[in-house]
């Protein structure tokens, strides 16, 4: 009897790397090669297939793969009926939603929309670009950009829609940002046959719970501490908590250990904090996922 297999689209490109290394947290270890784009796992009921983020929303919709990661922008613009299983989000560079923003020369005339009328807009967004001049009631041309969007500008071009996270790479090529045309996160979709499977449907949801706790977990450390039962409520006051700590009692009837989950930027301040209210043995730990 052949073996069941969820065939998973990861993102190429941008978000691969990224992805790869969240999977990684999950605790799935993908391996991609150069030469293809047929990854291995080490879960063999998965069939890991790399695709460009553009096109996943397009395969997920016509049934070659199950599931698969892809930014919502891709989605609405490919107009894909999928369905959205889990918001996951994560970019490039940061765990942040992305931008589209419509950019333009900093020595240009254009101040808005407005002023687009006429005007010819680069761009690999098409189809939410002409849905966002027609809601603010703008008649302009809008070009299909095959890459190096930012450059457009100095050949011909009067503005760009693009992506961007931190707008380095805008300021970087002499542009500013006039207006968000759209914000993107990041999606885990489904094939609506594959997602009134039950196995399918099962294993997808296993996988996406692993996925959002890893993410969860970015940015956060566990630590652990010893303290007198004197200086308990010290202690707690000073610790921030997802939920209340843990405090469980030591052999001797005296101390207590406890245990919490904090953001890592604060650790620096609130381990000598601790120290002085009284805790001891304080050890500081990694996440790699956390679970409600």
């Known amino acids: 009897m052949e073996k069941k297999k969820l065939k998973l689209g990861i993102p190429k490109g941008s978000l691969q790397e990224t992805t790869l290394k969240l ?3 999950a605790g799935y270890k993908i391996r991609v090669s150069e030469r293809s784009y047929f990854p ?3 879960d063999e009921e998965i069939e890991p297939i790399l695709f460009r983020a553009q096109e996943m929303s397009r395969y997920v919709e016509d049934g070659i793969i199950d599931c698969g990661i892809t930014g919502n922008d891709w989605i609405e613009e490919n107009s894909s009926s999928v369905d959205r299983i889990a918001e996951l989000i994560y970019a490039k560079q940061s765990n942040r939603p992305v931008r589209w923003v419509l950019a ?30 027609k809601e603010n009631g703008v008649e302009a041309e809008v070009e299909f950009s095959w890459g190096a969007t930012e450059v457009k500008t100095k050949m011909g071009m009067d503005a760009i829609v693009e992506i961007t996270e931190t707008g380095s790479s805008l300021r970087a090529n002499d542009l500013k940002i006039i207006d968000t ?11 609506k046959k594959s997602w009134k499977d039950a196995w399918k449907k099962e294993k997808i949801e296993r996988i996406v719970l692993l996925l959002k706790g890893a993410l969860r977990a970015e940015g956060k450390v566990g630590l652990k501490m010893n303290a007198r039962r004197k200086d308990v409520e010290k202690i707690i006051a000073i ?5 209340a700590p843990t405090v469980a009692p030591l052999f001797d009837e005296g101390w207590v250990d406890i245990e919490t989950i904090i953001d890592e930027a604060d650790v620096k301040r609130l381990i000598p904090e601790l120290r002085n209210a009284g805790a001891t043995g304080i050890i500081e730990y990694p996440l790699n996922k956390v679970i409600d």
């Open 40 to 42: 291995s796992i080490d």
């Open 104 to 133: 333009v020369p900093n020595s240009s005339d254009i101040k808005g929309v407005s002023d687009l009328k006429g005007k010819k807009i680069a761009t690999e967004l098409v189809k939410v670009t002409k849905k966002y001049l």
């Open 239 to 243: 610790l921030p908590s997802l939920k």
């Open 23 to 25: 999977f990684e947290k």
């Open 181 to 191: 045309v759209c914000v993107s996160t990041t999606q885990f979709i489904a094939n």
